[in-house]
């Protein structure tokens, strides 16, 4: 038997006025796109917004269905659009946003399980890990260089 320690690297700001200018234009862009999120059952609205190397941003919130599996996480939505239209071009960054019609979100909100399988699966097919930024609606901001930080021990390509 062996132990195997893993450690998980990421910047935490106090809130989005402590991001760089660039990473606070993009956080703002998540915050909007939430906005367009369809949350009539859980209340709860997140807003992806993913910056690709040719400049372009790609918005994505989440999209509810009364038969829930149907429905679709904003990071999914953006990412899954991007493929489609851009599916040459890195993706360079996303940022994520969450808020709750019922409370205040004011810890980070990262991607779901199936979100960061999805997010990793992109990370391989560019070849190269692109950064991810989530916090709720107000606090904290969370930053992580790859989607790795958030999976380890993921399953890729490699195991087919």
Known sequence: MK?????????????ISDLAADDQMLMKQAI??????????????????????NGEIIFGSNQEN??????????RVAIWNAGARFPNIQILQLAISAKSAN???????????????SLLEYEFKQKQPFEILFMGEVGEVVKVSSI?????FSFDNSYL
């Open 66 to 75: 009364a038969a829930y599996p149907s429905g679709m996480c904003a990071e």
């Open 103 to 117: 409370s205040l979100v004011d810890k980070p909100v990262g991607p779901c399980g199936a979100c960061r399988q």
């Open 3 to 15: 132990k195997i320690d893993i450690t998980t690297i990421a910047t935490v700001f106090k809130d």
């Open 32 to 53: 909007l796109a939430r906005e367009n999120a369809y949350a009539p059952y859980s209340k709860f609205s997140v807003g992806a917004a993913l910056l690709l190397a």
């Open 148 to 152: 790795t930080s958030l999976l380890p």
